[in-house]
């Protein structure tokens, strides 16, 4: 129960390395295309990686398990990029904040369907006001847009949320360490396509810019990641970790103000109240006695 109890430590390691990540990539971005910047910060964390799993002698993968690392790997990094930075394009910061955050929704839907993952009322509701919180957050300056790029922020949602799952699957077999190994070797192979603009756009950055990139890819892909399949690994459900993704925009936001003086608004301030107060009920009424263990009980 104690390393069960644990989750939300890693859980918050991770989403303060993604908000974090929101920053410096905007200020990456600045000379660095958007693919060229996702190779070499996979690229970055997958060095890291490589010299942990020799530290810890890491052996590869039972080939039974090559798929679904693929998948993951696929899912988490490669596709997920690409649509999330193709949607990116075209849609406002605010509609890329409200489309990503149906990630931890789909998340907790398809826990339910494919596990048999079940939450009590309260915790639903909690989603409900995390998500509400998250409009708030974006919309009040009326800054949300419909086009094209929705589908994509949804094909985005989707992948993550299909990438929760199968970490959820593979942290069955192996820690969470050598998830996180596996899925970025991987992904960061399937991301080498963009490796050539990478190699040009890095003669040419200046020293901060590569900054930028080192931190993205040391704190907000190794260190981050690594902490989300220990999160997933030792959380009760994969919901239970993944409803802490609704804090992402909120952190951002905090972030923006620390490192970069973005002053926040009070759609801001208000928005970030309702999501505090959903993901303080959503962890609670897991707490509770009613609450589904491997779910088993009267929860919905």
């Given at each position: 129960?104690?390393?069960?109890?644990?989750?939300?430590?890693?859980?918050?390691?991770?989403?303060?390395?993604?908000?974090?990540?929101?920053?410096?990539?905007?200020?990456?971005?600045?000379?660095?295309?958007?693919?060229?910047?996702?190779?070499?910060?996979?690229?970055?964390?997958?060095?890291?990686?490589?010299?942990?799993?020799?530290?810890?002698?890491?052996?590869?993968?039972?080939?039974?398990?090559?798929?679904?690392?693929?998948?993951?790997?696929?899912?988490?990094?490669?596709?997920?990029?690409?649509?999330?930075?193709?949607?990116?394009?075209?849609?406002?910061?605010?509609?890329?904040?409200?489309?990503?955050?149906?990630?931890?929704?789909?998340?907790?839907?398809?826990?339910?369907?494919?596990?048999g993952e079940k939450l009590v009322s309260?915790?639903?509701?909690?989603?409900?006001?995390?998500?509400?919180?998250?409009?708030?957050?974006?919309?009040?300056?009326?800054?949300?847009?419909?086009?094209?790029?929705?589908?994509?922020?949804?094909?985005?949602?989707?992948?993550?949320?299909?990438?929760?799952?199968?970490?959820?699957?593979?942290?069955?077999?192996?820690?969470?360490?050598?998830?996180?190994?596996?899925?970025?070797?991987?992904?960061?192979?399937?991301?080498?396509?963009?490796?050539?603009?990478?190699?040009?756009?890095?003669?040419?950055?200046?020293?901060?810019?590569?900054?930028?990139?080192?931190?993205l890819g040391i704190f907000s892909s190794?260190?981050?990641?690594?902490?989300?399949?220990?999160?997933?690994?030792?959380?009760?459900?994969?919901?239970?970790?993944?409803?802490?993704?609704?804090?992402?925009?909120?952190?951002?936001?905090?972030?923006?103000?620390?490192?970069?003086?973005?002053?926040?608004?009070?759609?801001?301030?208000?928005?970030?109240?309702?999501?505090?107060?959903?993901?303080?009920?959503?962890?609670?009424?897991?707490?509770?006695?009613?609450?589904?263990?491997?779910?088993?009980?009267?929860?919905?």
């Open positions: 129960m104690k390393k069960r109890g644990s989750f939300h430590f890693f859980a918050l390691i991770s989403i303060i390395g993604w908000s974090i990540a929101y920053v410096f990539t905007r200020m990456a971005l600045r000379h660095f295309s958007p693919y060229s910047l996702g190779f070499l910060r996979y690229i970055i964390a997958s060095a890291v990686l490589a010299v942990i799993a020799c530290a810890f002698k890491i052996s590869p993968p039972a080939r039974k398990d090559w798929g679904l690392i693929a998948a993951s790997g696929a899912t988490g990094f490669f596709l997920y990029m690409i649509a999330l930075n193709t949607g990116s394009m075209t849609e406002t910061a605010a509609t890329n904040s409200i489309i990503i955050a149906t990630a931890p929704i789909m998340t907790t839907l398809l826990g339910r369907v494919l596990y309260a915790q639903w509701f909690a989603i409900a006001a995390e998500f509400m919180g998250i409009m708030i957050l974006n919309v009040r300056n009326g800054s949300f847009s419909i086009g094209i790029g929705i589908f994509w922020l949804l094909l985005a949602a989707s992948l993550l949320s299909v990438f929760n799952l199968l970490q959820r699957k593979l942290t069955k077999i192996y820690t969470g360490l050598q998830v996180s190994v596996y899925s970025i070797f991987t992904g960061t192979a399937m991301l080498s396509v963009f490796m050539k603009g990478a190699i040009e756009e890095t003669r040419n950055a200046d020293v901060k810019y590569l900054f930028y990139v080192a931190l190794a260190v981050s990641y690594v902490a989300w399949s220990m999160a997933i690994e030792r959380a009760p459900h994969t919901s239970s970790a993944s409803n802490y993704m609704f804090l992402t925009p909120l952190l951002a936001a905090v972030m923006g103000f620390v490192i970069a003086g973005e002053l926040p608004d009070s759609g801001t301030l208000i928005g970030g109240a309702v999501i505090l107060s959903g993901v303080f009920l959503f962890n609670r009424a897991g707490r509770s006695p009613h609450a589904p263990v491997n779910g088993k009980n009267t929860a919905v």
